[in-house]
């Protein structure tokens, strides 16, 4: 005779080993929900214990006798496999799975699934407040004319207040229209900022293995020297990869146009941080635009942040409250996949 639970719309037989799992660990759970959101779709598989931030050597300890482990960042490989006799998953709360081993993992009898396409729209929309930050200097000029509270309201604490014009301005306001824009990666996001181009009247050229016919009507397939030899502004949206670690570099941005506007969402791997330091300094780039540095949290000599020109954020694309939440809710549905014997959105 089968017993069957029933969990979350699946029904759980005692008699799969897979769907025994009880014990889940969520090693750096802090930046996913810091206290805004609900554990609960997760408590109702198991025992959830939550840790706000685990080094690679704290999580073995964390999760020794753990079936299910959810991480964003911890980085997990051989060594660490070799010490979670029990582990069966790994829900990565994040499209990007590059601190996971996963072929160690496939060693060891662990499945791997991410959460694809949760943040599209989240990080198309911050890719253009930073090209757009650019051309339209928003932050530049609500610096240079507010008052902070409290301080004194005379005519010389504020630029706006000692024009003699209606308007001022100390640089210049760029439209996008008519100008090239590059998108290096057409996956889900790189697509969806050209969306958002083109209604500016900008012209989107795209860097991608997908062949021409793929790309949508004014969309035009070029090489990754002629995008970062022709185009106003050229967009990273492409995975970190063994390949392409660091491929914007010294000699690629040699043969760039001169005041090329480059903006990374992607990961901060994909340049070489010296390099982008470099032209900034030489005027070759015009600025550089990153929520996503090589080192997160930077050292406090990390090249990028003493660069002129640049405009940084904490790798806060992906962190809207609604962002945050699809990733808990397919995550979700990762883990009832696997429960009941067919596991979806696996890395390999």
Same mark, same amino acid.
């Given at each position: %005779?089968? *017993?069957?639970?029933?969990? #979350? ?12 799992? %009880?014990?889940? *660990?969520? /090693? ?10 609900? &554990?609960?779709? +997760? @408590? ?12 690679? @050597?704290?999580? *073995? ?22 010490? /979670? ?28 699934? !991410? ?5 599209? /729209? ?5 890719? %253009? ?6 051309? !339209? ?22 630029? &706006?207040?000692?024009?003699?014009? +209606? ?8 439209? /996008? ?8 990666? &057409? ?13 500016? @009247? ?29 185009? +106003? ?15 914007? #570099? ?13 903006? !990374? ?6 340049? #070489? ?37 640049? +405009? ?5 694309? &992906? ?11 397919? %995550?979700?549905? #990762? ?14």
């Amino acid at each position: %005779m089968h *017993v069957f639970i029933h969990i #979350n719309n699946i029904h759980i037989s005692p008699d799969n080993p897979y769907q025994r799992i %009880m014990n889940i *660990v969520f /090693l750096d759970s802090h930046a996913l929900n810091p206290g805004d959101l609900s &554990w609960k779709p +997760f @408590e109702e598989f198991g025992t959830l214990t939550t840790y706000p931030r685990s080094t690679s @050597e704290e999580a *073995v300890v964390r999760a020794q006798d753990a079936d299910v482990i959810l991480t964003n960042k911890v980085r997990l490989g051989e060594e660490e496999f070799a010490q /979670l006799p029990h582990l069966r998953l790994i829900l990565e709360a994040a499209t990007g799975y590059d601190n996971i081993d996963v072929a160690a993992a496939r060693r060891h009898g662990v499945t791997v699934c !991410n959460v694809p396409a949760y943040s599209t /729209l989240a990080v198309a929309q911050h890719a %253009m407040a930073l090209l757009l930050e650019v051309c !339209n200097q928003v932050g530049h000029y609500s610096r240079k004319i507010s008052i902070p509270a409290g301080e004194s309201s005379g005519t010389d604490t504020s630029y &706006w207040a000692v024009s003699p014009d +209606f308007c001022c301005w100390d640089r210049p306001v760029t439209e /996008l229209t008519g100008k090239r824009i590059a998108i290096v990666g &057409w996956g889900n996001i790189g697509s969806k900022v050209a969306q958002l181009l083109l209604p500016l @009247e900008a012209e989107v050229v795209a860097v991608t293995s997908k062949p021409q016919e793929a790309l949508p009507t004014g969309v035009k397939k070029v090489s990754l020297e002629e995008a970062f030899a022709t185009s +106003f502004a050229v967009s990273l949206h492409c995975p970190l990869s063994a390949s392409n670690r660091a491929f914007v #570099n010294r000699d690629l941005l040699s043969a760039s146009r001169r005041g090329l506007i480059l903006i !990374n969402t992607a990961r901060g791997g994909l340049i #070489n941080d010296a390099d982008v330091a470099q032209a900034l300094a030489d005027g070759q780039l015009a600025a550089y635009c990153t929520d996503v540095l090589s080192q997160e949290p930077p050292s406090a000599d990390h090249p990028i942040l003493h660069a002129p020109n640049v +405009f940084i954020t904490p790798h806060i694309a &992906w962190a809207s409250a609604d962002a945050r939440q699809r990733i808990i809710d397919i %995550m979700t549905r #990762n883990f009832q996949a696997f429960l009941a014997g067919s596991p979806i959105n696996v890395v390999s």
